[in-house]
């Protein structure tokens, strides 16, 4: 099991009220050719349809298998190429940093896409 990280010091709550979390529907995964780690994802957000690129190849033996799923993303990001595709949001998993293979952060129950995180 690895070492629990301590708490990040405290920020003012507006800072937090700044990110934009949204629930998406995960629509396809596809493959990113000549990418060891990235793959593609199509997200219903209820406002849009967007591209998410995440790295997720390594961590799972079948990616496709998040199809279907609602999953948190950050949306109000600036668009960043990634291996030649342009990612329009950021998935927000959990266990990365912790160095645990990451889980999808998800709603309990099914709630509209688009539906808003805090």
Do not use: C, H, W
């Amino acid at each position: 099991m690895p070492d629990i990280a301590p708490p990040k010091p405290q920020i003012p709550v507006e800072d937090l009220t700044r990110i934009d979390i949204r629930v998406g529907t995960i629509l396809e995964v596809s493959d990113i050719p000549n990418s060891r780690k990235l793959v593609r994802l199509k997200v219903d957000l209820g406002f849009a349809i967007r591209t998410v690129v995440v790295g997720m190849k390594q961590e799972r033996e079948n990616p496709r298998e998040i199809e279907g799923l609602q999953a948190l993303f950050v949306v109000n990001l600036p668009p960043r190429k990634m291996a030649g595709v342009l990612s329009e949001a950021m998935l927000f998993d959990l266990g990365y940093s912790d160095g645990i293979v990451p889980a999808l952060a998800i709603p309990e129950r099914p709630v509209p896409n688009g539906t808003r995180a805090g």
